[in-house]
């Protein structure tokens, strides 16, 4: 999982060089401190963001979706990887942790534990370990992953790459 974060984080950054980003959140803790974890980082690198909160993730809020921009969808997007693909998005991001029942289509770039090893671990902690891939300075943001883990009520399930941040 730790090679695949830093694959994509190396990715984003190539992506980002030239482009304006927008990040699609979840509308509850866990999604709200992945996109504060997210916005920090991106303001670090001294990049033009833009920033959407959404309670749920429907098929016309993605087609609306800007066709220009990177996007990264935090905590959601794992379920609608259909209606990306239709929409005509071209550097597309998604950091999650809830469960994938579609292929993956080649515009998608994704950091999943289900594809994995099926790790307990939030999307804000994911987030931040995909952050400190891109700038160290992430660091101090290792307490908005810890908030968003308990949000989900995952610190009942501490394995090694949450204990790592917890440590952090």
Same mark, same amino acid.
């Given at each position: 999982?730790?090679?695949?974060?830093?694959?994509?984080? +190396? +990715? $984003?950054?190539? #992506?980002? +060089?030239? /482009? +304006?980003?927008?990040?699609?959140? &979840? $509308?509850?803790?866990? !999604?709200?401190?992945?996109?504060?974890?997210?916005? /920090? @980082?991106? *303001?670090?690198?001294? #990049?033009?963001?833009?920033?959407?909160?959404? /309670?749920?993730?429907?098929?016309?809020?993605?087609?609306?979706?800007? /066709?220009?921009?990177?996007?990264?969808?935090?905590?959601?997007?794992?379920?609608?990887?259909?209606?990306?693909?239709?929409? *005509?998005?071209?550097?597309?991001?998604?950091?999650? %942790? &809830?469960?994938?029942?579609?292929?993956?289509?080649?515009?998608?770039?994704?950091?999943?534990?289900?594809? %994995?090893?099926?790790?307990?671990?939030?999307?804000?902690?994911? @987030?931040?370990?995909?952050?400190?891939?891109?700038?160290?300075?992430?660091?101090?943001?290792?307490?908005?992953?810890?908030? !968003?883990?308990?949000?989900?009520?995952?610190?009942?399930?501490?394995?090694?790459?949450?204990?790592?941040?917890? @440590?952090?």
């Amino acid at each position: 999982m730790e090679k695949r974060i830093e694959l994509i984080a +190396k +990715k $984003f950054l190539e #992506k980002i +060089k030239d /482009k +304006k980003i927008l990040v699609v959140s &979840h $509308f509850d803790t866990d !999604g709200i401190t992945s996109a504060a974890i997210m916005i /920090k @980082t991106l *303001k670090n690198l001294d #990049k033009e963001f833009s920033v959407k909160i959404i /309670k749920n993730l429907e098929e016309q809020i993605i087609y609306d979706l800007p /066709k220009d921009r990177v996007i990264i969808f935090l905590d959601l997007a794992s379920n609608s990887l259909n209606y990306i693909e239709n929409s *005509k998005l071209k550097d597309v991001f998604i950091i999650d %942790h &809830h469960e994938i029942i579609q292929q993956i289509p080649e515009n998608i770039s994704i950091i999943n534990p289900q594809l %994995h090893n099926k790790e307990q671990i939030s999307s804000s902690c994911l @987030t931040y370990l995909f952050c400190k891939q891109i700038t160290p300075k992430t660091k101090e943001l290792a307490k908005l992953a810890i908030i !968003g883990m308990i949000g989900d009520m995952l610190e009942k399930n501490i394995d090694k790459l949450n204990n790592q941040i917890l @440590t952090e």
